[in-house]
């Protein structure tokens, strides 16, 4: 059974800096591209992030491109979203999710950006 | 990037009624779209791939259709359970990757 675990999430101060990580069973975790989608509270999906199964291919949304990093360690079967200089509006429960096919989602970690 | 115009924003419609949304791209995504069911609390399910394929388990009442840039969604008879939000998504392109702006869909 595919099973994503998200974890990291918290309550930061703008400015600041929080880490996400996303561990993987299931499934050959080197095999599949991986992304993050994000839903602020009462608000739609919005696609953070995403990663080729190799690392050589990545992608962010415009709104997090050059504060956020995507990566991943295919040996320990774990994705991450490095998030820097967090805003208020970066506030939303991040889901990571299993590319080709995306069925397979995690329960999501709600990160809060406050002072 | 493509933009997905999904609608309407909300529907309100009775037990055993026929839905439909509706998902327009902003440029040719092929077949590259996916329909997601989202309840309260919950991650989003993935309801039909590749714009027409029911997921496994997913029941038949559930269908989409569609390619190029017009897509549709359809429940061909609600149920009180088939209530949540329902969005599109496309994939043309895995790194660059849109979602529709949901329709919340609630039993009148």
């Known amino acids: 059974e595919v099973q994503l675990v998200e974890s990291g999430g918290g309550l930061v101060q703008p400015g600041r800096s929080l880490r996400l990580s996303c561990a993987a069973s299931g499934f050959n975790f080197d095999d599949y591209a991986m992304h993050w989608v994000r839903q602020a509270p009462g608000k739609g999906l919005e696609w953070v992030s995403g990663?080729?199964?190799?690392?050589?291919?990545?992608g962010y949304a415009d709104s997090v491109k050059g504060r956020f990093t995507i990566s991943r360690d295919n040996a320990k079967n774990s994705l991450y979203l490095q998030m820097n200089s967090l805003r208020a509006e970066d506030t939303a429960f991040y889901y990571c999710?299993?590319?080709?096919?995306?069925?397979?989602w995690g329960q999501g970690t709600l990160v809060t950006v406050s002072s | 990037d493509i933009q997905m115009t999904q609608s309407p924003s909300s529907l309100s419609a009775s037990v055993g009624d026929r839905v439909t949304i509706t998902c327009q791209a902003s440029?040719?995504?092929?077949?590259?779209l996916n329909w997601y069911q989202q309840k309260p609390g919950r991650a989003p399910k993935l309801l039909i791939y590749?714009?027409?394929n029911l997921d496994t388990g997913v029941p038949s009442r559930f269908s989409g259709s569609g390619s190029g840039t017009d897509f549709t969604f359809t429940i061909s008879s609600l149920q009180p359970e088939d209530i949540a939000t329902y969005y599109c998504?496309?994939?043309?392109?895995?790194?660059?990757?849109?979602f529709g702006q949901g329709t919340r869909l609630e039993i009148k």
């Open positions: 590749d714009a027409s």
């Open positions: 440029q040719d995504i092929a077949n590259y």
């Open positions: 990663i080729s199964w190799n690392s050589n291919s990545i």
């Open positions: 999710a299993k590319g080709d096919g995306w069925a397979n």
């Open positions: 998504q496309q994939y043309d392109n895995f790194l660059l990757i849109t």
